[in-house]
């Protein structure tokens, strides 16, 4: 364990980034900051199983709005591979944009996305869903800062 402050070996801490993306909390431990570890990934795994619990939009980037749904999708993918696994059991295939698949599944990926909207819990869904992406995305970069030394 690096002293607090003092800066790791930058494989180190690449390792950690990647580990920390992979699996939320993993890379504070790798930087041997296990309560923080413990802390964050329960968190941010709390939220993401709240957040698929009550029907949470896994966004899809629609052509007709790119922009936003490509931050959506931004949002969602800040969890790592755990997303991936989330869009196979929903959708039945790891999917991030309704283009990327071919014309005649377009319509079911539609109506699996409008079903999980009309759900009364959806909305908080969504919300547990991308706040532990983003919360995640936050804590790489946490993971970087105590990495070159400049938080404790």
Do not use: C
């Not at 003092?6 to 930087?31: K, N, T």
């Amino acid at each position: 364990m690096a002293a607090a402050g003092e800066a790791v070996s930058m494989p180190r801490q690449i390792g950690a980034l990647v580990a920390g993306w992979i699996l939320p909390g993993a890379g504070h431990a790798v930087l041997g900051r296990y309560r923080r570890a413990v802390l964050f990934g329960v968190v941010v795994l709390g939220s993401f199983g709240m957040g698929l619990a009550h029907d949470g939009r896994l966004a899809l980037r629609l052509p007709e709005d790119r922009f936003l749904t490509t931050l959506q999708v931004v949002a969602n993918v800040g969890v790592g591979p755990l997303d991936a696994f989330a869009r196979q059991s929903v959708y039945g295939k790891a999917v991030w944009a309704v283009g990327e698949v071919a014309t005649s599944e377009r319509e079911d990926l539609r109506r699996i996305l409008r079903d999980r909207l009309r759900s009364p819990l959806s909305a908080y869904g969504t919300a547990y869903l991308w706040t532990a992406g983003l919360m995640n995305l936050l804590l790489l970069l946490d993971l970087w800062d105590i990495g070159r030394g400049r938080k404790p």
